[in-house]
């Protein structure tokens, strides 16, 4: 792999060898910063050596030699290297500096970790190949994310998942570190995707999507784990978050591999780190117990990351999951308890929650989102909630508990058991399907489209949630089986990588073994021990059977049965074995004991033995031992031996107190940590090399000097040898040998098994249908051992109880004997008979019993007054639950000879929607026939006066020229003719209020004169019913149906619907419950009344012989359900009773307890009901016995027989007209029954039909709402658009009152001028030879120093064209004012002058500057205003055309809202003869294509024909009368118009023969001869000389350009010619060619084509050029008239 842009190889490659030689990962040659350069020099070792390290903790790390030996040679070596010099330090800054390429890519082979495989071994690295992933990390936060339509990613342990969900196919990417992967994260554009990893100082690999290769490699980040990741949303910067210890926040330029910006995020756990989308300048993190506020600011010592702490305040400190930013910075945040925190400037603005302080969610919040305007929240209770976003962005606290109180727009209940973790949308077009992480073991599928066609949740992949504890595999097929603490047990089919069965159980499991064959031999049957002891035996049901195991079709019809359970411990069960030969199941639990069953049909449990510590395992020796024995492993160390357990052969043994099997021979094995004796051992040997080692040196000296020195060497090598000893010694005493050190905890026992007899391993750490048995589900339950010690515990407390038993009949034979005293003694005559006292024995003993009885009450109500008000306040909560909300309960009425009865309605409130108030429709916009109907005429008017004005003002305009203009030179020239010019002026004054005088009259007959437009109010209000009422029959599915404005429903409207039909429905239902409460309570007075004839009747029988007797009716019972509000009447006797029953149903069925209940009830009513009408009727007065018996004795007279047959025979007569009445009274309230029942069963189909239409409504409700929001911002900006064009339609008006107002004060400032001038006029006189000079000094324009800055604003305008057309005149005699007064000073009176007209001059002419500034101004306004006009009526034709889109756009939303209403099914029961759609005389078999009427509508449709007739025959009779009218009217008018003509003939015919010409009466009488006009003649004539000369001189210049135009066409003629001559030559070549090629191979056939070919050729050619020259001579002929006109050259169809 080669580095990016790396160009220094060389020197990388020295560098590298001098201090990074043993670095074996390639992947690590990437440079770093100059502390990560540092540190490797310190840190690097080989991946041996790393694991060796990492392993030091182990007990047994050191047992071999070679391995220690190893270690301390490289700790050793590790010391020598020095540090790298300052210029590699250098070269690695510079090449960090550098830019990666875009286009590098690293290797994952080279990346991905590998197994770990011990030195010197044969496996190769892929001995192990994963194939298939059933496991899934549930509980990591944002571990479900989407890289397409089709493929998810998620995390499973050090596995790296891409899952296609619609192939199920599975795409793994293994971590780097090997242990373990912290979190992942997705691009914005899906183009690549990030894994953070755990480890020392983990990784963030960036990978490409879908080539899946390494990108970018992030280092550095974190200590031990990666917690979150996430991208901007351009993707340039990466977050991170680490997790314990550091949690460091880093912001990464990815693409280059630095880090931007660096710090601790808070000191405790951080979950979740998010980059705001409006502002990527801003980030948020939360977790435990905080949220954070961060911005990335510039500083002046650069880039910092600025945190804000949000604060709680009143609020509780609560853990945050989820939060989303707001686009206006705020971010609204979940809590522990389910409500929502909206955050504003790191402090809780409000606290939003549900109505009735109801909490959002049930539990914590853990993501928040943000989609198409709508917040969705998901919580730990498994609902997603949809919230309405302006609400909660404009959300503010109401009150002092800051809360607000709101209702979700939607919400969906995925699942009672599912914790909602994270959500994600799928890229789906046109769908709205959400990806949701369930923490409890499933992703699923969710459809949040919220409409009739919405579909249910679907879990598409379902997982263990949590570390699973067991796994087995079957011994016949390719099955496993899974457990774990999520309450959970799970086949999987790993051969068609598929799960198969679960089953599900209130405690976790924590171990589990497959049954061997010899136990069950289809392979199916599986033990599995729980958390709580309980051992349960489960079999898999597969009808293909299980060794069917590819290929298999039916895979769901493989299940789970329960077997059999019994629970041997009291703690969890953490081992399962079976024997050898399968007679014998063991089981094991940290209770400390083993438990042994015999395996037969059913396990029976034969004893247990205690362990010394918690069993973690169990193994049975296998067949190649001699014996059967157990192997017993415990956590602590223990390892235990035991011997087949012995089985006796009574199956049920009674006499045995305990499970207990303590006479078994135990073998015991206790192992403990020998890592302290290895030490020793490798210290002594190593000193003991050293010895060797110097002993070798020591003799090779020896023999050196003795061979060189003789016996002088001897001597010197001793006196070293005694010095070496003595240091040897030294050194022993300095450095002790380390000591032998045993732990007092051992170490844990990982696991073991059997090698051969008496040799074990171990590893130190650290079909039938049977009956289901009844399950063990309580986690109280008794153990076995528990079991039987309770039994004994029973035994004994039985015996005692039979004990107290004897001793109760003793003391009850002694009362018995005492009571046959008392009643003896009762017998005995008065003064016989001894007092009650006298039996006393003691009175003071009684006294003390009451006494102790009346205390021990006392206490017994201070003990149960606790109770008591628990009760009290249980009973109050129940009666508020269920009775406050039900105004009536169910009262059932039975008849009394027939079994029919009638029942009420139960009722509760009305609801919410019937309680509604109209709403107001003043909100919405009205319709434009209501604006045109509440306007009326009033607008019409304003319209024909707007018009009028503007009519007039046009006039005006063109009138003011000839009326308003000022005088001329040729009247001031007339200094004279005083009396002349005083009789023009009366006569043009006189003349001109007889012209305004007309002029409004005729304004007044005009305005009179109707419009053009001008319609009758009487059709405008036909037309606007017609509108209204006549209405669009088109069918509302048709597509160009047009929804009418009063017709347009929302879901206001539609709650209102709902509410009256609620109403209704409860009107009639009170009204239903009243008739039935009446017909209870004459069956009351009836059965009263008849108990009161019975007893008559058995009064009337008792004097009667019996052979006379009729048989009485039965008296009618009144039933319990009659009388429901009596079920809450007791009193003690009820309680007594109550309690009695309470007792009995511990025994008796719940069923009979009911009916003991009512029966009680029933017989308590029953003897209310005697009771009372025995007291109300009570009977005659009998005679005792002895007097009747007295009487019987004597015999009676003759007048007594009579009476006494007199009696019976009325007595018979009254019996039968009693017994008559009762049945009367019975016939009649069975009659009343049967009729309110008839009618009952009426009501109830219509209750029916309005639960289906209410059903329909609700159904349209939640549909309106959906639309409502879209709905209400089109409506919003409908009436903003309305508003805005009335509200310039009114400034519009506004401006056009103040222009004409404007216009008439200029009026009466140009009236003042003329006034002023003819005054001044008058004051000269005639024949005043100062009168030139006086009126030149009235007219002098002259500056006044007041009013300088307003005449520098005037001149800088620009004046209207009307001004300058006015003012004309004026300028004209001002210039000729201003070229005399150089002559001329108008400062002092010349002699001879009056002195009192040249004051006056001067006067009047501050008033006629006065005048003329005031002219100007109001000119100015004019024109502004006129400006102000014109925009005013842009702006309307704008918000015209946007109201009529605003208003387009809101009838396709009702469309579109009418279309989805159509599709809501609305059911309609129909009885056959209501059906006239009939095919060939018989119903289709699909009514689709027809219409549901109202026998109401559709007569009124058939009337409405008639009606139309009738109405199109009479308006086509107006018609002809109208139209008559309008021929004669146009006749009248014609006829007028012709006697208007003759007399304006006549009227020009005296004006010629009286002035000679036509003439204009109205100039004629206010102007007289006109001088300007005549200089103006002069200047129209020089100026026509001046024209007709330049006019002259173009025609020259005319004439020669087209000399120049001829020329050029003849020489572009003769180019032409010359190049159709070419091209003529040139064909003629061509065809040469062509002939001699073509000769080539025709040359001894016929006659040549090419000949014939080519004399065709020419003979076209010729016609051709002949056509040209005539095209050429017809254009030279027209070429030489004058003025002709240059055509193109014809071409030739050859040219073409």
Not at 656 to 673: L, T
């Amino acid at each position: 792999m080669k580095e990016p842009d790396d160009q220094d190889t060389d020197e990388g490659k020295s560098d590298r060898s001098q201090s990074d030689g043993r670095q074996s990962s390639k992947s690590e040659t990437k440079s770093h910063t100059k502390e990560t350069l540092g540190e490797s020099t310190d840190e690097t070792v080989t991946e041996g050596e790393e694991s060796h390290l990492e392993e030091e903790g182990s007990d047994l790390e050191n047992v071999e030699g070679s391995s220690g030996s190893s270690e301390y040679d490289f700790s050793a070596s590790t010391r020598t290297p020095q540090e790298p010099p300052a210029q590699a330090e250098e070269e690695a800054e510079d090449e960090v500096k550098k830019k990666i390429s875009e286009s590098f890519f690293y290797e994952y082979n080279e990346l991905a970790s590998v197994p770990f495989v011990t030195p010197d071994s044969d496996i190769p690295l892929d001995f192990l190949e994963l194939v298939h992933s059933f496991g899934y990390d549930c509980r990591k936060r944002a571990n479900l994310q989407v890289l397409d339509s089709e493929t998810l990613m998620y995390i499973a342990g050090n596995q790296l998942i891409l899952l296609n969900i619609k192939t199920k196919e599975q795409i793994y990417l293994r971590s780097s570190s090997g242990e373990g992967i912290g979190a992942i994260g997705v691009h914005p554009q899906k183009t690549y995707f990030t894994v953070a990893e755990k480890g020392s100082f983990p990784k963030i690999i960036i990978y490409e999507y879908p080539s899946l290769r390494p990108y970018r490699i992030l280092r550095d980040g974190t200590e031990k784990a990666y917690a979150y990741v996430g991208f901007n949303c351009t993707g340039a910067l990466l977050a991170s978050i680490g997790s314990y210890p550091d949690y460091t926040l880093t912001i990464w330029n990815w693409k280059e591999e630095q880090p931007v910006l660096r710090t601790k995020a808070f000191s405790q756990e951080v979950f979740k780190v998010t980059f705001n989308p409006e502002d990527e300048q801003q980030l948020t993190t939360s977790g435990s117990g905080h949220i954070k506020f961060w911005e990335m600011a510039f500083t002046f010592t650069g880039l910092k990351l600025q945190g804000s702490l949000g604060r709680f305040g009143k609020t509780a400190t609560t853990d945050i999951e989820g939060y989303m930013e707001l686009p206006d910075g705020k971010v609204l945040s979940g809590s522990e308890w389910g409500n929502l925190l909206l955050w504003e400037g790191s402090l809780i603005k409000v606290e939003l929650c549900r109505t009735g302080t109801k909490s959002c969610h049930h539990g914590p919040i853990n993501q928040i989102m943000l989609d198409e305007g709508e917040v969705i929240t998901a919580g730990s209770d498994g609902c997603v909630r949809i919230w309405d976003f302006e609400t909660i962005d404009t959300a503010d606290t109401v009150d002092e508990t800051g809360l607000l109180e709101i209702e979700p727009i939607n919400e969906l209940q995925v699942g009672k058991n599912v914790n909602l973790f994270s959500m994600i949308k799928m890229n789906e077009t046109g769908n709205n399907f959400w990806l949701a992480q369930d923490a409890n073991g499933a992703i699923w599928k969710l459809d949040l489209s919220f409409s009739n066609i919405t579909q249910d949740p679907e879990c598409l992949f379902s997982f263990h949630h949590g570390a699973i504890e067991a796994l087995a595999v079957s011994p016949v097929t390719y099955l496993m089986v899974t457990t774990a603490l999520d309450c959970s047990i799970r086949i999987y089919d790993f051969a068609s990588k598929i799960p198969l069965a679960q089953m599900k159980f209130k405690q976790g499991g924590t171990a589990l073994t497959w049954a061997p064959r010899t136990v069950n031999y289809p392979g199916a049957q599986i033990v599995v021990g729980f958390e709580d002891g309980v051992v349960r035996i489960l079999e898999l049901y597969d009808p293909k059977g299980l060794t069917i195991f590819t290929g298999r079709k039916k895979i769901l019809d493989a299940d789970i049965y329960f077997k059999q359970v019994f629970k041997p411990h009291t703690a969890q069960v953490t081992a399962l074995a079976y024997d050898r030969d399968g007679e014998i199941l063991a089981t094991g639990s940290k209770d400390h004991t083993v438990f042994f069953f015999e395996v037969d049909k059913n396990c029976k449990p034969i004893g247990y033995i205690k362990t010394p510590g918690p069993v973690c395992q169990l193994i049975w020796s296998t067949l190649s031992h001699p014996e059967s024995t157990l192997l017993i492993i415990c956590e602590n160390g223990y390892i235990l031996q035991a011997p087949y357990p012995p089985i006796s052969e009574e199956e049920n043994n009674h006499d045995a107190h305990s499970y207990e099997i303590k006479d078994m021979p135990i073998r015991y094995f206790h192992f403990s940590s020998v890592k302290s004796k290895i030490l020793r051992s490798i210290e002594i040997e190593k000193r003991e090399k050293q010895k060797e080692l110097k002993a070798k040196e020591r003799e090779a000296r020896r023999r050196k000097l003795t061979e060189e020195m003789g016996e002088d060497g001897e001597k010197a090598l001793q006196e070293e040898e005694k010095e070496e000893e003595e240091e040897a010694e030294q050194e022993e005493e300095e450095e002790p040998l380390p000591e032998i050190f045993f732990p007092p905890i051992p170490s844990p026992i990982l696991c073991g098994f059997y090698s051969e007899p008496d040799k074990f391993w171990v590893s130190l750490l650290g079909i039938e249908a049977e009956p289901v048995p009844e399950d063990i589900e309580d986690p109280k339950a008794y153990s076995i051992e528990n079991a039987r010690r309770k039994r004994e515990h029973d035994k004994l407390m039985k015996e005692v109880e039979e004990i107290k038993a004897g001793k109760r009949e003793k003391i009850q034979a002694l009362r018995n004997e005492f009571q046959k005293l008392l009643k003896m003694n009762k017998e005995l005559p008065e003064h016989m008979q001894f007092k009650r006292t006298d039996f006393n024995i003691d009175s003071e003993i009684r006294a003390e019993i009451n006494r102790k009885t009346v205390y021990k009450i006392q206490q017994v109500e201070k003990e149960l007054a606790w109770e008591k008000e628990k009760c009290e306040l249980g009973l109050k909560k129940l009666q508020r639950r269920f009775r406050d909300s039900l105004e009536s309960d169910v009262i059932v009425v039975h008849a009394i000879q027939s079994e029919h009865k009638i029942s009420s309605y139960r009722l509760v409130k009305p609801s919410k929607y019937s309680k509604l108030k109209q709403t107001s429709q003043s909100d919405r916009r009205l319709s434009k026939v209501d604006r045109l109907e509440k306007e009326g005429p009033v607008k019409r008017d304003s319209q024909k006066d707007t018009g009028g004005s503007i009519g007039i003002q046009e006039e005006s305009k063109i009138d003011k020229r000839i009326i308003l203009r000022p005088k001329t030179l040729s009247e001031i020239m007339v200094e004279n003719q005083i009396e002349k010019t005083k009789k023009l002026m009366l006569k043009a004054e006189r003349a001109q209020l007889k012209i305004l005088q007309r002029k409004k009259e005729w304004e007044e007959l005009y305005r009179s004169k109707p419009h053009d437009d001008y319609e009758d109010p009487k059709d405008v209000q036909a037309i606007k019913e017609a509108q209204v009422f006549m209405g669009d029959f088109n069918l509302k599915t048709a597509s160009d149906y047009k929804i009418p404005e009063h017709m347009r429903i929302n879901a206001a409207k539609k709650e209102e619907e709902l509410g009256h039909l609620d109403s209704l429905v409860y009107k009639k239902k009170v009204h239903m419950n009243k008739s039935i409460l009446s017909l209870r309570d004459f069956k009351v007075a009836v059965v009263e009344e008849i108990q009161c004839l019975v007893q008559e009747v058995k009064t009337i029988q008792s004097t009667l012989h019996i052979s006379k007797h009729i048989p009485i009716p039965p008296i009618p019972q009144i039933h319990s359900e009659e009388v429901p509000e009596k079920r809450f009447k007791f009193d003690e006797e009820t309680l007594i009773k109550f309690k009695q029953h309470k007792l009995k149903s511990h025994i008796e069925k719940p069923s009979q307890a009911e009916q003991v209940t009512h029966g009680v009830l029933g017989g308590k009513d029953g003897d209310l009901t005697t009771r009372d009408s025995s007291f109300r009727f009570p009977r005659g007065p009998r005679l005792s016995s002895d007097l009747q018996d007295e009487f019987e004795k004597a015999e009676p007279t003759d007048v007594e027989l009579e009476i006494m047959k007199r009696d019976e025979v009325k007595h018979v007569y009254m019996q039968q007209y009693l017994v008559n009445r009762i049945k009367e009274l019975m016939v009649t309230f069975d009659a009343e029954l049967r009729l309110l029942r008839h009618q009952k069963l009426k009501l109830d189909t219509q209750m029916k039909l309005s639960d289906l239409h209410h059903v329909t409504l609700f159904q349209e409700i939640l549909l309106l709402k959906n639309f409502e929001k879209q709905e209400n911002i089109l409506q919003e900006r409908v009436n903003s658009l309305d508003k805005e064009e009335q509200d310039m339609q009114w400034k519009i008006s506004e401006t056009l009152k103040e222009m004409e107002e404007k216009k008439n004060e200029i009026i009466k400032l140009q009236e003042q001028e003329k006034a002023l001038y003819a005054g001044f006029q008058t004051a000269l006189g005639e024949n005043n030879k100062f009168a030139n000079f006086l009126m030149k000094v009235l007219k002098k324009k002259i500056k006044r120093a007041k009013k300088r800055e307003v005449e520098g604003d005037v001149d800088e305008d620009e004046e209207s064209d009307e001004s300058n057309d006015d003012e004309s005149s004026l300028e004209d005699d001002e210039d000729e004012s201003e070229s005399e007064a150089e002559v001329l000073d108008d400062s002092i009176c010349p002699t001879g002058c009056d002195a009192a007209l040249f004051e006056l001059a001067l006067q009047l002419r501050e008033k006629r500057l006065d005048i003329e500034e005031a002219l100007v101004e109001e000119k100015k306004i004019v024109d502004n205003l006129k400006k102000e006009y014109d925009t005013l009526s842009k702006k309307v034709k704008v918000v015209a055309m946007n109201l009529m889109t605003a208003e387009e756009a809101l009838e396709a939303y009702q469309r579109e809202k009418q279309q989805q209403l159509n599709e809501v099914l609305v059911v309609i029961p129909l009885k056959l003869h209501q059906i006239e759609y009939m095919v060939l005389g018989e119903i289709p078999s699909d009514l689709s294509g027809s219409l549901v009427f109202s026998n109401q509508s559709l007569g009124r449709l058939q009337e409405r024909i008639v009606q139309l007739q009738e109405e199109n025959t009479r308006q086509q009779k107006l018609n002809k009368e109208c139209r008559e009218r309008r021929k004669m009217l146009i006749r009248e008018k014609r006829e007028m118009a012709k006697n208007i003509q003759k007399m304006e003939q006549t009227v020009c015919q005296l004006m010629v023969s009286k002035f000679g010409r036509v003439i204009d009466l109205e100039a004629l009488q206010t102007l007289s001869v006109n001088t300007t006009l005549e200089e103006l003649k002069i200047k129209k004539l020089r100026k026509e000389l001046m024209n007709a000369k330049e006019m002259k001189m173009w025609e020259q210049k005319i004439a020669q350009a087209r000399w120049e135009l001829m020329m050029k066409t003849k020489e572009h003629t003769k180019k032409l010619h010359q190049m159709n001559d070419l091209c003529i030559e040139k064909k003629k070549l061509d065809s040469r060619l062509n002939t001699l090629q073509n000769q080539q191979g025709n040359a001894f056939q016929g006659p040549r084509k090419a000949d014939i070919v080519a004399r065709k050729q020419i003979t076209e050619l010729i016609q051709a050029q002949a056509e040209k020259i005539s095209a050429l001579k017809e254009e030279i002929a027209l070429l030489r008239k004058k003025g002709g006109l240059l055509l193109p050259p014809i071409q030739s169809a050859q040219n073409e």
